[in-house]
């Protein structure tokens, strides 16, 4: 059976990455979620997909200048779909009180080997506090990041983001003892997915919001697709 994550929550339907679109996610009965995660200036694990908060703020500047108690001030409807209520930018820890989801991957940006450090440590802290560290598997397409998880938190399940195949996404998979592997669907073939679990990798298929593209993935065997309809992806799957 093909499992369904929600993409940002329920990105096609509500403001990615705010409560209400993770809680839209829930409604449909999809109990996986992806989120992207920066820190705030003082440390703080906020649930925001770019670096900067023009596209989905307005606002100018990036997500490390400000404050946490700054940034769940700020609206984050801007990139749509149309809502009619503010959505703040929340922090992973609201999210964490608020959503039951059985799993949850949760995708850190590029970094250098500083900022990966401190953004692992505070999963590592916040997961503990919530005793989720077997529902998580930290993502991401940097080898900063995947390094710190191996240095500080190896304990944790982890996951490459792979959109290119000039990089043997394989080879890097395993080099960094990685057990999910989110591949880009462009990078989908029977031989990859069926040569990446022989691997023992579970392949999570990224965005897929096609009904017939769901069904051909899910044909070729993926383990799970990431989409913004997580609705019309539980109808087309069953």
């Known amino acids: 059976m093909t499992l369904i994550y929600g993409h940002r929550g329920a990105k096609g339907e509500a403001p990615e990455n ?3 679109s993770f809680q839209k996610c829930l409604e449909h009965g999809v ?33 490390v200048e400000h404050t946490a108690d700054e940034l769940v001030g700020y609206d984050a409807r801007h ?8 959505c703040p930018i929340p922090k992973l820890e609201e999210l964490f009180e608020k959503c039951a989801f059985e799993h949850w991957q949760l995708e850190v940006k590029s970094a250098s080997r500083a900022r990966a450090e401190r953004t692992v440590l505070a999963i590592k802290a916040l997961a503990e506090r919530h ?23 190896p304990e944790f399940s982890r996951g490459l983001v792979a959109e290119y195949t000039w990089l043997d996404p394989l080879k890097v998979a395993k080099q960094y003892g990685c057990e999910l ?58």
């Open 18 to 20: 705010t409560l209400a």
């Open 31 to 63: 109990r996986r979620c992806e989120l992207d995660l920066h820190l705030s200036r003082d440390g703080e694990l906020m649930v925001i997909h770019d670096p900067t908060l023009k596209r989905t703020t307005g606002r100018r500047g990036k997500v």
């Open 79 to 86: 990139a749509g779909p149309v809502w009619k209520q503010a």
């Open 131 to 153: 005793g989720l560290q077997d529902r998580i598997t930290v993502t991401s397409s940097s080898r900063e990041v995947l390094k710190a998880l191996l240095r500080v938190a």
């Open 181 to 238: 592997l989110a591949l880009k669907w462009t990078l989908c073939s029977p031989e990859r997915v069926a040569k990446a679990q022989q691997q023992g990798l579970h392949v999570s298929v990224w965005t897929v919001n096609d009904p017939a593209l769901m069904r051909r993935l899910a044909d070729q065997g993926v383990d799970s697709l990431i989409t913004d309809f997580p609705g019309l992806a539980r109808a087309t799957l069953g």
